[in-house]
């Protein structure tokens, strides 16, 4: 692995094996392990640590103190705020290995985790999803969801641009870019109902 086209600061730690898109600024103390794919344009905090055979998407951004551990995807535009956890054994036990049963979690396009906030596995974070400050998730969350709290429960729905969704007849309504939404099926979708 050469560095050509991204910035590695001195202290961090590449394991052999990992790939690393352009653009991608890897920050102090970080350990990023084998088989690891992350994507052009990213930005991985201070104290990150990145497990065998994460893959991370395209503008990924990772703040300070994170582990993603091994069966955690993220696709593009993700953003994990400080401190937040990811779990990938339901029942563990010091004496019982389950490394060979790891559960996945996938965090799909645009969602936010924020700070503190616990994913317990195995889960789905919708896309453009957002998880309130210290919230513990332990169901699926869908697309534009809002949810806060212990269990976290939604609370509302939010835009692309991350802003609230207030209800306008049969739509949603972004106040800050005035996106519209309409509600199919439980999930949140783009555009006008028709």
Partial sequence: MTQTDYFIHPSAVLDDGCEIGSGTKIWHFTHIMEECRIGQGC????????????????????????SVYEGVKCEDDVFLGP???????LTPRSHISRKNVYDSTVVKKGATIGANAT??????????????????????????????GNPARKAGYVCTCGAGLTESGDSLVCSVCDSVFFIEGGEVKPGKRS
């Fill in 43 to 66: 930005n991985i905090g201070q104290n990150v640590f990145i497990a065998r055979g994460v893959v991370l998407g395209r503008n990924v951004k990772i703040q300070n103190n994170v």
């Fill in 83 to 89: 401190s937040m956890v990811f779990t990938n054994v």
């Fill in 119 to 148: 994913i317990v596995c195995p889960r789905t974070i919708g896309e453009y999803a957002m998880i309130g400050a210290g919230a513990v998730v332990t169901h699926d969350v869908p697309p534009h969801c809002l949810v806060v």
